[in-house]
């Protein structure tokens, strides 16, 4: 994946530049990602996203496919996708972790999240 124009690899510490294109692309991918927002009768999905709060120098991203059941005693279900370009611990079925320059670019990794999430959601959509 390129970011201000330049190569990026595993672990490698991105410019100030490529940060700024890295939190944009990632807002991008947001917009796209929310389109599997969804509410029926009985739940409802919203794709949200944080950032960290010393996103100047990380390039960590997470999104989280929450879905809340219509049943007032606040029950959901999450999968929570985490974007990074360092190796990241993660040990729960519903937790996924993308390596941002394993990806050609942004479309790569946006096919990559829909290929994990997509079988989540119509697991868990009633």
Known sequence: MELDGK???ENEQLTD????????????????????NYRTEHQFMEVLYEEPD?????EAAFFTYQIRKDTGDNQFDQLTITLNNK???HDQPDEFVFEISDYADMNALHKAIEEKAQPWI???KR
């Not at 010393?54 to 990380?58: D, I």
Request: aromatic residues 12%.
């Open 7 to 9: 190569e990026i690899k």
């Open 17 to 36: 530049a490529q940060l700024a294109d890295l939190h944009k692309q990632y807002e991008a991918l947001w917009d796209k990602l929310k389109k599997d």
């Open 54 to 58: 010393n996103s100047q120098n990380y």
């Open 87 to 89: 190796p990241t611990f």
């Open 122 to 124: 119509k697991a868990h």
